[in-house]
């Protein structure tokens, strides 16, 4: 997704806790949860820990200055639920459950998250 | 917003404090092969009380070496707790209740300062559930039979029931030591070992509790390794030795626990939660009366545990011609909950779990606001003043809006209720299957008919009906769609953590013939 519309967005901070992850496990992916306990948590894995399917969508890339962007996943059930939603990928301390990365760091990933304006919206054909 | 100063009323004194019924270490290692030994790699992470925001205690951060030891410590006991009496291992799950109720308030109180769920509810529900799930346990399996089947005058099949082997669980944050022995209590009871993962959000309490009661429990029946879940979790998840796998958690990690379980092919037990719908028809208000009075109390169980709990009835679904004086009459009751000290036990809603989980949840509060979902009561974090101040206190909320927004669909995971109106009962049972999971559902109907055909009618392995958020062990628990994968709690519950024996058995005098 090279268009400059976008569903997915990075912070600063979560940009570089992500530069530094990836020097320590290799590139990384995320793929958003659901469900309860730390569901609506973004979960981050080295590439190749957590298999994607056709059952998921890729919802976009975000470059935090690496040589390869982040490929940012979710599943294609939970999309048809949450398509009209831009997602910012942002930090705060914490220790979220789950198997992500960053947990170690005692920093946990956050969705930070808008509605699609109406012009994101025509752009992604969803209008 | 209430808060009781401490010394005028009974507020617990907080865990190591003067006075205080309950104390716990400076410092945990692991729990294997029933001793407390060091991290391999002799790391320690810092355990935050939710109450007060400040650290308590360390904890072992283990990684996959403390893990394989773990297991080798559960395969070590197996081979004599496998052929242990069913009368030894009920016997022992009974002690373990008694030594339990022995120490009721102590486990309450510390599971309140682990977790920041009020003291209100560790007494009354956590702690009196999971003592109860142990002797429930203990009885069930007294009373389990194999069969046999007499397939021709001479040949017979016998059904065994036998243990697995060691399993790994991976326990969740809302409810540590009752979502602990959800898993352990059936998977003794049938003759397994257990590696167990706490989260590491709530590490210590389950350790609190196996000093409580370890000694009752051969060495390396159960073993407890803490840890972050990409350095202790996976690894157990994904250990070549376990035989079986059982989490609590959120969809991703379930995938990605199935994922490991694919590779090892071992069964897997999910509980995955949801957005479960809480839906009240309008004969609910024919009558003003005690009725009408624990619906509103069912409108209100949202806020139970903070809405930290899987089930949490986080849509409301109410008939139109009942839905604003029903709504009214629901919003002074949430208006009624004190919020205070986790530790008083006139307090009602304590903190939330964790940090991360209080950013979360005030996040969604922004996005409901954004989406045009009005707030009824709430909406804000909560500063409770003084110590307090630190911790993770959010107001019970109540929004109004339609089934479609995102405060509607995704999993909050607070005291957050989404209020929305149906017209008929197609509406209701249209809207209140309309999402991507079907763990729990509330009804409420004076016709049994309409409780009946609504139960029935929604897609979800729990309907409440005129009651919610009860949990008895006799009763089984779990997901329809995403939310999950088996059953916990109920007799049914054991046969998740047992293989099937069959003997075969001819006792003809001759040949078969064949050759």
Not at chain 2, 144 to 169: I, K, M, W
Request: hydrophobic residues 40%; charged residues 20%.
């Amino acid at each position: 997704m090279d268009h400059d519309v976008s569903r997915v967005a990075v912070s600063g901070e979560a940009a570089a806790l992500l530069r530094t992850l990836t020097a320590q496990h290799g590139p990384l992916m995320f793929h958003q949860s659901g469900g309860c306990c730390d569901g609506s948590s973004p979960m981050c894995y080295p590439v190749g820990m957590f298999r994607t399917g056709p059952g998921d969508v890729l919802l976009g890339t975000i470059d935090v200055g690496l040589d390869d962007p982040i490929e940012v996943y979710m599943s294609a059930s939970q999309f048809a639920y949450w398509k009209h939603t831009h997602l910012t990928i942002d930090v705060v301390p914490g220790r979220g459950a789950g198997f992500s990365v960053e947990a170690p760091t005692g920093m946990r990933f956050l969705i930070r998250s808008r509605l699609l304006t109406e012009a994101e919206a025509r752009e992604l054909g969803m209008v | 917003m209430t808060i009781v100063e401490e010394g005028v009323s009974s507020v617990y004194a907080a865990p190591g404090a003067k006075g205080s019924v309950v104390e716990y270490r400076s410092r945990y290692g692991h729990y294997i092969g029933g001793e407390w030994v060091e991290p391999v790699k002799g790391q320690y992470f810092e355990n935050i009380t939710p109450v007060t925001g400040k650290p308590f205690c360390e904890v072992g951060r283990g990684t996959a070496e403390d893990i394989d030891r773990a297991v080798d410590a559960a395969w070590k006991a197996f081979a004599t707790w496998r052929k242990s009496t069913p009368a030894a291992r009920s016997l022992m799950l009974n002690r373990i209740a008694d030594r339990m109720e022995e120490n009721l308030e102590r486990l309450a109180v510390a599971e309140t300062w682990e977790n920041g769920k009020p003291v209100r509810e560790t007494l009354a529900a956590d702690i009196p559930l999971a003592i109860d799930h142990f002797r429930y346990f203990a009885g069930v399996l007294r009373a389990q039979e194999g069969s046999l089947s007499q397939l021709d005058e001479d040949t017979v099949a016998y059904h065994f029931h036998e243990p697995l082997g060691v399993v790994g669980q991976i326990i969740p944050w809302n409810f540590p030591i009752l979502m602990a022995v959800w898993k352990l209590a059936p998977a003794l009871a049938a003759g397994n070992c257990v590696v167990l993962k706490p989260a590491e959000q709530t590490p210590a309490s389950i350790l609190l509790l196996m000093e409580i009661v370890g000694d009752l429990i051969p060495a390396g029946v159960v073993n407890i390794v803490n840890g972050f879940g990409i350095e202790a979790g996976a690894p157990l998840a994904s250990h070549p030795k376990i035989r079986k796998i059982a989490f609590t958690g959120e969809t991703t990690t379930g995938r990605l626990i199935m994922q490991y379980a694919s590779q090892n092919l071992i069964p897997v037990t999910l509980e995955l939660g949801g957005k479960s719908p809480n839906i009240f028809f309008e004969d609910i208000a024919d009558r003003d009366d005690a009725f009408y009075d624990k619906a509103k109390e069912g409108f209100t169980m949202f806020a139970l545990n903070q809405g930290e709990v899987c089930t949490c009835p986080s849509r409301s679904l109410i008939q139109r011609s009942i839905y604003d004086s029903f709504l009214g009459d629901a919003i002074e009751r949430v208006k009624a909950i004190k919020q205070g000290n986790p530790l008083d036990p006139e307090t009602m809603i304590g903190a939330q779990a964790s940090n991360d989980q209080f950013e979360k949840i005030t996040s969604y509060l922004d996005i409901g606001r954004q989406e045009g979902a009005k707030v009824l009561t709430g909406g804000e974090p909560v500063d409770l003043g003084g110590e307090l101040s630190g911790g993770y206190y959010i107001a019970p909320t109540v929004f109004e809006g339609s089934n479609s927004m995102r405060i509607f669909q995704e999993e909050i995971f607070g005291p957050v209720v989404s209020v929305t109106s149906f017209d008929t009962y197609d509406d209701a049972i249209s809207i209140a299957n309309d999402t991507l999971y079907g763990l729990g559902a509330g009804v409420w109907s004076r016709s049994a008919n309409i409780c009946y055909r609504a139960g029935r009618a929604i897609e979800a392995g729990r309907v409440w009906t005129n009651t919610y958020h009860q949990y008895p062990a006799h009763a089984a628990f779990g997901g329809y769609k995403q939310s999950g994968i088996g059953r916990e709690n109920h007799l049914k519950m054991l046969e998740h953590y047992q293989q099937t024996k069959n003997l075969l058995v001819s006792y003809a005098e001759g040949a078969q013939g064949f050759f």
